[in-house]
């Protein structure tokens, strides 16, 4: 195969591996941010806003 084919292969699976760990990054952060908005789904315990102790 030409060099060409290797390098574009190449960057597709840079690329995605990229785009799944930005993804990752992401949703972790919109997780934090909706901590203690959003109610909790049965069966996990609903953590307390950052910032403030549990009562």
Known sequence: MP???WALLL???LGTA???SVGKV???ADRRELRGQ???R???E???P???RAS
């Open 46 to 48: 609903q953590a307390p």
């Open 42 to 44: 049965d069966g996990e």
């Open 11 to 13: 960057w597709v699976v």
């Open 3 to 5: 060099w060409w084919v």
């Open 50 to 52: 950052a910032g403030r």
């Open 18 to 20: 990229l785009a799944v």
């Open 38 to 40: 959003v109610p909790a």
């Open 26 to 28: 992401v949703e972790a």
